[in-house]
């Protein structure tokens, strides 16, 4: 079985003499911890010792075989079999070496890490279209540790782009900072939302243009960062309804700023919503489960021309003909994928930089929603396979070390 290919930041295999151990997704629902070279860095990157990686269902999907993200120039998957994966794509870490034309980073930083590769990441003279429009998540040459192909953080050592490690400042717990990244996608795709063209917005400066009754689909990570990010950071003093079937999570949403946590199996979500919005549904729909089911329900959910963020992923086994009652109401479909954003004047990612602030000034309170903590490769297989379907799981994170 072949080894799992070491790259810098311009995809090119390199050879190290030193080793370290990693999770290896060497198949379908099955991880090895192996021995693989260590990276080696170039002038412009980071050999960054893993302290903490946020286990993601990105992970979770990649590792049951429900996605494979590693293509050819074909776009066809890869299989596992021939290029094993080091999956973990939130990462957080301390500057173990820092290349020889790095001024800003040095040995023992803390930082959390950018694992997208993109214009400014490879250092192009020209930067993409999307680069230039602050969409880097579509760069036109992106590329993603721990997502397609390229070395994750599960492993002790990670290589970077300096300008993919940001600075953390203020003191943080490994498993916190784990979850800048994941954050930053909820920033992301909050400002997908307003830069879009829609009837109602959670900052409208005239009343009647104002969002009043949001509803969000689904409380796992994203829909509680989601739930704290309106309250905390967008000022959203509206009706919050938040659907979710998980007792322990509804309970979460509801102590991080949920007005009404509903169980859509004991309950019928849309006559809920109806009664508490005058039959007229809300004006702004956030899907964050991957339920199929919220697209059948979403006719009934959503008023005339509201906004929905298609946030999930999955949604397997729905019939797409439910699309065309919903596109009777005119709704704004808004979709967003990753930590995007543009660039500071240093090149490391705006994203990420606002999401590491807003949890280093404690605008958003990370610490509930770690539920499982993990501290060894070997834990890796029965986290994605298991705890991650059981009641009481929220979040796993698997610390290695310390910042």
Do not use: W
């Amino acid at each position: 079985m072949s080894a799992v290919p070491l790259t810098n930041q311009n995809d090119l295999p390199l050879t190290s003499g030193q080793t370290m151990k990693a999770s290896v997704l060497c198949d379908v629902n099955r991880l090895e911890v192996r021995d693989i070279p260590r990276p080696v860095i170039s002038p412009y990157e980071v050999l960054i010792r893993v302290a903490a990686v946020g286990l993601c269902g990105t992970d979770v999907h990649i590792f049951a075989g429900h996605a494979n993200y590693n293509t050819n120039e074909y776009g066809q998957p890869i299989p596992l079999a021939l290029q094993p994966q080091i999956l973990g794509h939130e990462i957080t870490g301390v500057v173990e070496q820092a290349g020889s034309a790095i001024g800003d980073l040095r040995e023992g930083d803390r930082v959390v890490v950018d694992q997208g590769l993109n214009c400014v990441s490879r250092r192009r003279e020209i930067l993409c279209e999307y680069c230039r429009t602050e969409n880097s998540h579509q760069c036109e040459f992106y590329r993603e540790h721990g997502i397609t192909g390229l070395p994750g953080g599960l492993a002790e050592f990670i290589a970077v782009p300096a300008v993919n490690a940001i600075k953390i400042n203020a003191p943080l717990e490994v498993s916190t900072a784990a979850l800048v990244e994941p954050l930053g996608c909820i920033i992301h795709s909050s400002d997908m939302v307003a830069k879009s063209q829609t009837r109602h917005a959670v900052r409208a400066e005239r009343a009647e243009r104002r969002v009043r009754n949001v509803l969000i689909c689904g409380a796992g990570p994203a829909g509680l960062l989601f739930t704290q990010y309106l309250r905390n950071v967008l000022g959203y003093e509206g009706l919050l309804f938040v659907s979710d079937p998980n007792e322990c999570k509804r309970q979460l949403a509801k102590s991080l700023g949920a007005d009404e946590v509903i169980d859509p199996v004991k309950s019928d979500l849309v006559e809920v919503v109806h009664e508490h919005t005058g039959g007229k549904g809300v004006e702004y729909l956030i899907e964050a489960s991957g339920s199929g089911d919220v697209f059948r329900s979403m006719p009934g959910l959503i008023r005339k021309q509201a906004t929905v963020l298609l946030y999930g992923h999955g949604h397997a086994g729905t019939d797409l003909s439910v699309l065309s009652s919903i596109l009777f109401k005119e709704p704004v479909l808004v979709s967003s994928v990753g930590a995007s954003g543009g660039f500071e004047k240093d090149g490391r990612p705006v994203a990420y930089t606002r999401a590491l602030n807003l949890i280093e000034q404690k605008r958003i309170d990370i610490a509930p929603l770690l539920t499982h903590c993990y501290t060894s490769f070997a834990d890796v297989e029965q986290a994605l396979s298991n705890d991650i379907h059981t009641e009481d799981y929220v979040k796993g994170v698997v610390v290695l070390g310390s910042l």
